[in-house]
T-cell receptor, first 112, second 113 residues
Framework: GDSVTQMEGPVTLSEEAFLTINCTYT??????LFWYVQYPGEGLQLLLK?????DKGSNKGFEATYRKETTSFHLEKGSVQVSDSAVYFC???????????FGKGTTLSVSS | GAGVSQSPSNKVTEKGKDVELRCDPI?????LYWYRQSLGQGLEFLIY????????KSGLPSDRFSAERTGGSVSTLTIQRTQQEDSAVYLC???????????FGQGTRLTVV
């Protein structure tokens, strides 16, 4: 079945450092890919998405590119802030009406 | 409503009791999902509704778990004879049929003592 694998955390960075959180997937079809974020005490919210190969999703300075050849969707940010501290989940969906399949989540902690 | 609403936000129950968790999806969203979030386990898919029917209930962990949806809107997740391992945050999400992007509620934190 479909699955998502993301790097184990926690990831601890200083403010303004470069962030990469790796995500790879296994899917039978051509899924859409997502990054969701869960800030402390809040619910999950969509951070960015990409629906086809070579698409780049971006939001709040975060980016991820859909790489079909490596089945990856790595999350990057050039300069993290303390407010980016959260748990980040990579996810895929095979299409409308199918369940989102999530990775286990990566905790990011940014210190000033 | 403006977002997905779940109730209660917190529930403490004794082992062996039954519990019901409620989800009110975003108005007009035909798809509804239940997930379970446990420490170290990430987000575990439980069940998916399209309208009032559940084409995918493959994630329900045992026959103690059931869910229903009525009127294409509110959904209830029922856990019978709760066990300590059922302690987790139960998340509900909804989406339009036409797209896989899901909007999540704040979750119900269930503690079985």
């Amino acid at each position: 079945g479909d699955s998502v694998t993301q790097m184990e955390g926690p990831v601890t960075l200083s403010e303004e450092a470069f962030l990469t959180i790796n995500c790879t997937y296994t899917a039978t079809g051509y899924p859409s890919l997502f990054w969701y974020v869960q800030y402390p005490g809040e619910g999950l919210q969509l951070l960015l998405k990409a629906t086809k190969a070579d698409d780049k999703g971006s939001n709040k300075g975060f980016e991820a590119t859909y790489r079909k050849e490596t089945t990856s969707f790595h999350l990057e940010k050039g300069s993290v802030q303390v407010s980016d501290s959260a748990v980040y989940f990579c996810a895929l969906s095979e299409g409308a009406g199918t369940a989102l399949i999530f990775g286990k989540g990566t905790t990011l902690s940014v210190s000033s | 409503g403006a977002g997905v609403s779940q109730s209660p936000s917190n529930k403490v129950t004794e082992k062996g009791k039954d519990v019901e968790l409620r989800c009110d999806p975003i108005s007009g969203h035909t798809a509804l999902y239940w997930y379970r979030q446990s420490l170290g386990q990430g987000l575990e898919f439980l069940i998916y509704f399209q309208g009032n029917s559940a084409p995918d209930k493959s994630g329900l962990p045992s026959d103690r778990f059931s869910a229903e949806r009525t009127g294409g809107s509110v959904s209830t997740l029922t856990i019978q004879r709760t066990q300590q391992e059922d302690s987790a945050v139960y998340l509900c999400a909804s989406s339009f049929t036409g797209g896989p992007e899901a909007f999540f509620g704040q979750g119900t934190r269930l503690t079985v003592v």
